[in-house]
């Protein structure tokens, strides 16, 4: 028997997923670490799993096999039911498949690696080109091939990126501010005479960067949007500011990275790659 298996924590579609399983008459199961309140519907099963940021994907993956539904957005559980014989759903319906998670898998990889580099190796390589990179097969993993752009960095400038992102994920839009003139992001000069401007760009990054479920970087319409925005703050040559070199450097990495991820229109969650680097 088909059995709906809904990874509950963050999801947008439970309701819809409910519909659609009574319609069909289909068992749903809704795995999550707690927080929901019981379901009145016979045909929906509260799971609860033990405390952890896995533990729920790791039930879901010993329980979905051939013939059973998983939705779900992350994309490691989903690898693994697909492996299993499950069919998986993203919450917007795209089916995951063994022909498109690769990508998706290995783009929440480089991400990883960013985060690692900036954060743990304080050391980066610092050439988003993906022709650096191999993937090994055999071992499941990313093999670098280029150090030619390798580069130490400064404790300070992780330090400036931990209190910029710390700040975005509390949604606190005026420490983003404080946070990107300390890192040397933005001049004071231009902080001060373009405010307005300055933010209202904050107030969509900010936007964006908490939006429910993983980040569509397939999606740009709000690129555009800033990059309007910054031009007329370039316009204004007496509040140009150059941020420092190790921020030049780690900028280009981060950037490339995002429209690698943009050409394979992946979708990735970034607030859970983040949240352990800026969480004390």
Partial sequence: MTVLYIDADACPVKAEAE???TRNKVPMKLVCNGGLRPPANPLVELVIVAEGADEADK???DNAGPGDVVVTSDMPLAARCVENGARV???NG???TQANIGAQLAMRDLMALVLRELFEFGA???DPNFANYRYDRENE???LLDFGAARDLKPDTAEGYRAILAAGLAEDRAAVRRATIAAGFLGEAAAERHGALVDRMIDIIVTEMNRPGPF???DRAFVSTLREQGMEMAADRATWHIPPVDTLFVQRKISGTALLAARLKARVDVRDLVRPYVTT
């Fill in 141 to 143: 993993r990313l093999v």
């Fill in 216 to 218: 569509d970087f397939g």
């Fill in 124 to 126: 980066m390589q610092t």
């Fill in 19 to 21: 519909r659609v399983a």
């Fill in 94 to 96: 795209e089916q995951l």
């Fill in 59 to 61: 039930w879901i993956a």
């Fill in 89 to 91: 759903l993203r919450h």
